[in-house]
Every structure is written in C-alpha cells, then in structure tokens.
C-alpha cells in the first residue's frame, strides 16, 4: 500500500470536491416520499476521481455539511458523513482493486465501482431506517417494513441515477484532467 500525504494540492481537491457535494445536494426534487438529487452522483465521482480515502472524506464532508446547515441533529450528521463516506470509499476501493471482469476495459470498472458504492449507501441508509424506525421510534414491525419499503423505492432510484451519472461526469472531465496533469496528482492509482 502507497502512503500518501495530504498536501495542499490533496486538501484543495477534498475541499473543492466536498463543496459540489453540498452544492448538488441543494437541488433535489420530491419522490414517492423522499428526494432525488445527483449528490450521489457526486459522492461516487469523489471516490473515482480522487481514490477511496480522500474521495470518501470529500463525500462525508459535503454531506455532512449539508445535513449540518439544515439543522440536523449531531447524531444524523455523523450518521450522514459515515455512510457517504462508505460510498465513495468502496466506490473507490474497487475502482483501485485489481479486479479482472469480462471486457477488462475502464468504463465496466467505473460502472463496477459505482455500483458498489451506491449498493453500500442503500444498504446503509435502509439499516438506518429500520434502526430508528423499530428501536429510536418504537414502531411495530409491520409499520417499520412498510417506512422501509417505501424509502427503498426512491433510494435504488438515487442510486440508479448515480450508478449511471458518476461514470458519464467521469468521462466528460477525463479528456481535461489527463491533458492538464491533474488526474495524476489527484489520484496516481487512476
């Protein structure tokens, strides 16, 4: 494993990074419920873009920002950061691993990626739902399924979104970062 130091360079890069998180999440319109929004989409460019560690902190922060301003508790807050943490940092331990898939090209590892790592954010929101649904609320089981149920439809859509927005905002800057050097300074393992 590579030790990697947080320069300025590096720090510049999980700031900018973390203000488009917070930016995207602004713009978000309601489903079934709940709101889609491309933060995620962003979440996953951060892990693909600047590695598991760097592009995970990009992804806690802006979100975690976010939830912070609006007026969310401590607790959602650090719930927050963790888990789109976790998405950007699988997304991006999997862009980094040497997984062998048909086709062996980028782009099925880009997709590989953000599927993972948007996978990682559901599944983390659902358990957060059925904890505070069944054990913060106290809700019966049958009630807590059906808040779950319908917060898992709008999620997978976030998801969805994500899984195929990330890998195109990823392909639409490539050209740019690659013919200006950035890409290599942001994340040599690219």
């Given amino acids: 494993m590579n030790k990697r130091e947080f320069s300025v360079f590096n720090i510049t890069f999980i ?12 713009f978000r319109f309601p489903l079934l419920g709940s709101k889609v929004h491309f933060a995620n989409a962003v979440c996953l460019l951060s892990g693909i873009l600047l590695g598991p560690l760097q592009g995970g902190l990009a992804a806690g922060i802006g979100s975690a920002f976010y939830d912070a301003v609006t007026g969310y508790d401590l607790i959602n807050v650090l719930i927050t950061f963790i888990s789109k943490f976790a998405m950007a940092w699988v997304c991006g331990s999997v862009l980094e691993s040497r997984i062998h898939i048909k086709g062996k090209g980028r782009i099925d590892r880009t997709a590989l990626a953000c599927v993972c790592g948007a996978l990682t954010y559901v599944a983390l929101y659902m358990l957060k739902t059925f904890i505070y649904q069944k054990f913060v609320y106290g809700y019966p089981m049958d009630a807590v399924w059906a808040t779950m149920v319908a917060k898992l439809i709008p999620s997978l859509i976030n998801a969805g979104v994500a899984i195929v927005a990330a890998p195109l905002f990823y392909h639409a800057v ?11 300074k942001m994340n040599p393992q690219v």
């Fill in 174 to 184: 490539l050209p740019a970062l690659r013919a200006s050097g950035l890409l290599n």
């Fill in 15 to 26: 700031a900018m990074m973390a203000a488009m998180v917070y930016v995207v999440t602004l």
